[in-house]
């Protein structure tokens, strides 16, 4: 049995590569995810990647990721981090880990950014490292 890593994304990244690619970074989410499924498969992981605008949906797939007996969950939750109490309940309410990832540093940002609900529930975060995060992110669930 292959171990599964649901990699979750909210709001807007599905505008990597064009939206403020100076603090965002050129790449796609579609590069992003192929390098992951690529070192992935060098780990002996399964990566299930999913992009919502809509915070219902990452709430289901956290719950999903659970049912599913997914060893971890990466997740940036993009501007959700900073106003949604329902993910952080939802990722409080499962025994998944869960590792936080944002591209850029939220803390060295506008000070609206700097409380994060996902990082107050999840395992770790990892911020500041650009796309390569999620590759940080998806070492530290691989060990897990």
């Known amino acids: 049995m292959t171990d599964t890593i ?5 709001p807007n990244l599905n505008l990597l590569g064009v939206r403020e690619p100076e603090i965002y970074g ?6 992003i995810a192929s390098r992951l499924e690529d070192k992935g498969q060098e780990l002996g992981i ?4 999913r992009q919502s605008n ?10 999903e990721a659970q049912a599913a007996g997914a060893k971890a969950v990466i997740m940036n939750a993009g501007a959700l981090t900073h106003t949604s109490l329902a993910l952080y309940d939802a990722i409080k309410s499962i ?6 990832v944002h591209i ?3 803390a060295a940002r506008e000070a609206y950014r700097h409380k994060s609900y996902i990082g107050m529930a999840a395992m770790g975060s990892i911020a500041g490292f650009g796309a390569y995060g999620y590759e940080l992110a998806l070492d530290a669930a691989a060990k897990l």
């Open 95 to 100: 025994k998944t880990p869960v590792i936080e």
């Open 54 to 63: 809509h915070e219902g949906h990452l709430v289901d797939w956290l719950h």
């Open 26 to 31: 050129a790449q796609t989410l579609d590069e």
């Open 6 to 10: 649901f990699v979750l994304n909210g």
């Open 46 to 49: 399964e990566i299930e990647t």
């Open 104 to 106: 850029s540093n939220p």
